[in-house]
């Protein structure tokens, strides 16, 4: 006689399943957001607020036209990471079905799932820093200067309001 698995465990399995989906949804949007300058029609795209960089927050809301001129173009220098990364997110999202269907359920699988999610986050942090590392790193110490007056202007009036 097989024992029926409880159903709070498929109730996790679904709630992982979703979780996941939507953390995915959301990641994709930011990615294209970086890659397309923000949706249309907003101000991110048309560069009158920080130029597409909406990623970057307050470090980007401080950089000139000219700085985010440079930032953008390494990022879509870098563009062929984040496609590979669209890819691999369409194909966590068929083995996310696959863990959920599975007779018994494997939490592991779904782990390693997370687990490959949150590497590729982490790489698109790191190419982000790396960007602005170089960036930072070519200014002279006047532009520093400047820049570091501009980001500390932009700290003090805090989170804009929508």
Do not use: C, H, W
């Not at 159903?7 to 996941?20: D, E, P, Q």
């Not at 590497?119 to 790193?137: E, K, N």
């Not at 820049?147 to 009036?157: F, H, Q």
């Amino acid at each position: 006689m097989a024992v029926d698995q409880p159903k709070t465990s498929k109730r996790l399995a679904i709630a992982l399943g979703l979780s996941l989906s939507v953390n995915l949804l959301i990641v994709g949007m930011v990615a294209g957001a970086i890659l397309a300058g923000g949706p249309p029609g907003s101000p991110d795209r048309s560069g009158a607020r920080d130029g597409g960089l909406g990623s970057f927050g307050i470090f980007s809301k401080a950089m000139n036209e000219g700085e985010k001129r440079a930032v953008r173009k390494a990022m879509r220098e870098n563009r062929g990471q984040f496609r590979n990364g669209r890819r691999e997110a369409a194909q966590e999202v068929g083995r996310v079905i696959e863990a959920l269907r599975a007779d018994p359920f494997d939490p592991a699988a779904l782990t390693q799932v997370f687990s490959a999610q949150q590497a590729r986050a982490v790489d698109r942090v790191s190419l982000g820093q790396r960007v602005f590392l170089d960036g930072v790193s070519s200014m002279s110490l006047a532009e520093r200067r400047d820049y570091a007056d501009r980001l500390e202007a932009v700290a003090r009036r805090g989170p804009a309001r929508r």
